[in-house]
């Protein structure tokens, strides 16, 4: 056993343990948010069933079997749940029942010992998720044309699904009008009220002058005034015609609902839904979820400004990093006088990788955001103020923020990659008559590029998971503007961001309803995850290509 010890099994055995051990880790992690991200999409059954209550009445329970639990029966008194004494264990099922806005809440547990064991899925029961109040479930009853019945029973369901696709598309003009439209108007409106403000402050112009320009801004004003009054009078119309149809639905306790269809987004049926029908309906889901805008508080419809937001501020965040920890590592291993100085120096940006990330936060909204912002917006916006323009948080924050945070991966990766490039290199290149400045452009940095994506990669990870420091500087919980848009200067720094991390953070831990923002968390994890990869694949793609185009000269 001594020898055993002495020889370098056990610890060949004890490192592939933590190798594998680290795998089964990983592994499980991105399984469980694989999993459950995915599964958010699927159209699970409808389950109707009946529940009896303790005082013995019967009530009737539909809606989707979203989790289930067993109990210890201890556990189960403490919580208040009234258990039988021969009873050791007890199961409970949780229902998405849906319609908050009837019962207050749309997850309720119910006992399995207390539920009817006969479960049924009928085909005529509907899903309909809505633009607020999360989704319903229930019965078609009768639908209503401006007051008047135009179908009952089993017609409703065939009529239901044209004058819904009639609703969306009315719906769809009033959101382009309300955004596209009227709010192309509020920003040339907003950009006359500054070129006005620019003119009163300008104290080299005459009175005369300034009545002329005033004048000019006025004329330019009028005909936005009338586009405005135009558009109103079409959003009212339009308003008229989405409200005329209205579905009557019986609810789980019998009673009847009226649901405008305006307020309805998908009608769907799942127990009547075949395979490939819950497929087709899986990827417009996921579609949906990647590419539209967040509804009902972030926990309803897509996370796509999230996504842009995210990607933007990495990119953002790339490019401001990358010059400044390359140019700073090849001052470091090239230039600088080796001695207790430079030791020092090299000591603290290492320690500088080890700083929460909060304080990084902290430093950015105090120096970035209201020092360089405000002074800013001092020099070159003060026609907007009081209101800030670069003086108060926002993207090009963020990135410099990150890209603060992110530096010393990237002057350590790109110093490990210099340490590595061969003597015997620099010195042919210097008996050839070159100079140390193009020794080191021509020569050395080429060689060290893979390792300076090493240390871009690394940057990227980490900037993108990062969330702490981005509530600070520049990320809020719903932004109504991208970054980019077609008025110039088309990318707009000064503008707040959303940002994967942040909505997972908001979404799982601020909202209201814990249980219907479970799985949006998953989802979006899944998302991020996916992003992160992506980033992080393209750039060992670029690294792995300069790394064999430079290998025969490294060799």
């Known amino acids: ?278 497929i087709g309906y899986y990827i417009e889901r996921f579609v949906e979820f990647i590419t539209d805008e967040p509804r009902e508080a972030n926990t309803e419809g897509g996370i796509f400004p999230a996504i842009f937001g995210t990607v933007t501020m990495v990119l953002l965040m790339t490019v401001f990093v990358t010059p400044f920890g390359i140019l700073a590592a090849l001052y470091l291993r090239e230039y600088a006088k080796q001695g207790p100085i430079l030791r020092i120096i090299r000591i603290s940006v290492y320690n500088l990788a080890g700083v929460p990330s909060i304080v990084f936060g902290v430093f950015g909204v105090g120096f970035f955001v209201y020092f360089l912002g405000g002074n800013i917006d001092q020099l070159f916006f003060p026609e907007a103020l009081p209101a800030p323009t670069f003086g108060t948080p926002g993207l090009f924050w963020v990135s410099l923020t990150l890209a603060l945070l992110t530096l010393p991966v990237v002057i350590v990766a790109t110093e490990e990659g210099l340490a590595r490039i061969p003597r015997t290199l620099r010195e042919g290149s210097f008996a050839l008559g070159a100079t140390k400045a193009e020794t080191l452009w021509k020569v050395v940095v080429p060689l060290a590029t893979p390792a300076m994506m090493t240390g871009m990669i690394l940057a990227v990870a980490r900037a993108a998971g990062e969330v702490a420091p981005l509530m600070l500087v520049g990320v809020v919980k719903l932004a109504p503007s991208l970054p980019v848009d077609s008025y110039a200067p088309f990318v707009h720094l000064e503008r707040k961001i959303m940002h994967l991390g942040f909505h997972i953070y908001d979404v799982g831990f601020q909202s209201p309803n814990v249980e219907a923002a479970r799985p949006l968390v998953y989802a979006t994890a899944l998302i991020l995850v996916m992003l992160i990869l992506v980033l992080n694949l393209t750039a060992i793609g670029i690294r792995n290509h300069l790394r064999e185009k430079y290998k025969s000269a490294n060799d």
């Open 1 to 278: 056993m001594k020898n055993w010890f002495k020889s370098d099994t056990p610890w060949v055995w004890l490192n592939a343990g933590a190798l594998s051990l680290s795998i089964v880790m990983v592994v499980g992690l991105l399984g469980l948010i694989a999993v459950n991200g995915f599964a958010h999409f699927w159209a699970s059954p409808v389950i109707e069933t009946n529940w009896s209550e303790p005082g013995g009445k019967v009530q009737r329970v539909l809606g989707e079997v979203a989790d289930e639990e067993v109990l210890t029966a201890a556990a189960a008194k403490s919580a208040g749940i009234p258990v039988a004494e021969d009873k050791k264990f007890v199961r409970r099922y949780l229902f998405k029942q849906g319609n908050r806005d009837i019962a207050g809440r749309d997850f309720v547990w119910y006992l399995e010992s207390r539920l009817d064991p006969e479960w049924k899925t009928p085909d005529n029961v509907i899903m309909l998720e809505r633009r607020e109040w999360g989704n319903f479930y229930g019965y078609p009853v009768e639908l209503l044309e401006a007051g008047q019945s135009v179908a009952q029973g089993e017609a409703v369901w065939t009529e239901l699904l044209e004058r819904l696709e009639r609703s969306n598309d009315l719906f769809a003009r009033i959101r382009e009008i309300e955004r596209d439209d009227i709010g192309d108007i509020n920003y040339r409106q907003e950009q006359l009220r500054l070129e006005e403000r620019r003119v009163e402050l300008n104290n080299a112009l005459s009175d005369q002058e300034k009545r002329e320009l005033k004048a000019e801004i006025e004329a330019k004003r009028k005909p936005l005034t009338e586009q405005y009054d135009a558009l109103r009078a079409e959003l009212a119309e339009l308003d008229k015609k989405v409200s005329r149809d209205v579905l009557v639905a019986e609810v789980m306790d019998g009673n009847q609902v009226k649901i405008p269809l305006k307020n309805i987004v998908r009608a769907t049926q799942p127990n009547a839904m075949s395979l490939f029908d819950k």
